[in-house]
């Protein structure tokens, strides 16, 4: 099963303008991490927020969670064409052990 | 993808064989999981290990198999019982069990496909 979802399913922007992508979810997690992936590889962390927090920076990387809406934001700022990746939520359901549910990704193709 | 390798990069089967991916970490990592991609897709968890000589499905396992005879090594069987073997496949691992956070971290995939 596939608890999150993100929007848009695909980005296009110029160099040096923001992206954000969005992400919802379900059910009650602990918390919520992004992950991006380049075309044919595996998945890198990005950056991990936790269920008590609502804003967390790193970089030219900023993403916010609402838990009562169930929902998260990744804004990459001043965007470069190597941003040019998929972008995957993922969620740490409450359950006990630690399985990542992923969310369908987000294709950003950022242009020179 | 550092400290995590998976072989081969690409594979090819034919219909009615049997094949293992490899993965293997140098991260000391407890929990070990498979993963399956489908074009455009996000991935679903096959297979998952928290301990040497255990391991639990996840939400796709039929067809496939694993094993955990070492800390560092999770094998995964695509065997002729999956239906749509074609696909992407990444194996993770995590340092954690149990409730917690922690950052998985990913190999570089096998893409399989069957001919």
């Known amino acids: 099963s596939q608890q999150g979802e993100e929007d848009p399913q695909a980005l296009s922007i110029q160099e040096g303008e923001n992206a954000t992508m969005n992400c919802s979810y379900k059910t009650s997690i602990n918390n919520l991490q992004w992950y991006r992936q380049n075309s044919g590889r595996g998945l890198v962390h990005l950056i991990l927020?936790?269920?008590?927090?609502r804003e967390k920076h790193s970089g030219r990387l900023r993403v916010t969670l609402d838990t009562s809406k169930k929902s998260s934001s990744l804004l990459i700022t001043a965007s470069r064409a190597a941003d040019t990746a998929s972008y995957f939520c993922a969620t740490d359901t409450d359950t006990g052990f630690q399985k990542l549910v992923f969310g369908t990704g987000t294709r950003l193709l950022v242009s020179p | 993808d550092g400290g995590i390798t998976q072989s081969p990069k690409y594979l090819f089967r034919k219909e009615g064989q049997n094949v293992t991916l490899s993965c293997e970490q140098n991260?000391?990592?407890?929990?070990m999981y498979w993963y399956r991609q489908d074009p455009g897709q996000g991935l679903r968890l096959i297979y998952y290990s928290q301990i040497v000589n255990d391991f639990q499905k996840g939400d796709i396992a039929e067809g496939y198999s694993v094993s955990r005879e070492k800390k560092e090594s999770f094998p995964l069987t695509v065997t002729s019982a999956q239906k749509n073997p074609t696909a992407f496949y990444l194996c993770a691992s995590s340092s954690i069990a149990g409730v917690g956070t922690d950052t998985q971290y990913f190999g570089p995939g096998t893409r399989l496909t069957v001919l």
């Open positions: 927020i936790r269920s008590n927090e």
């Open positions: 991260l000391n990592h407890d929990a």
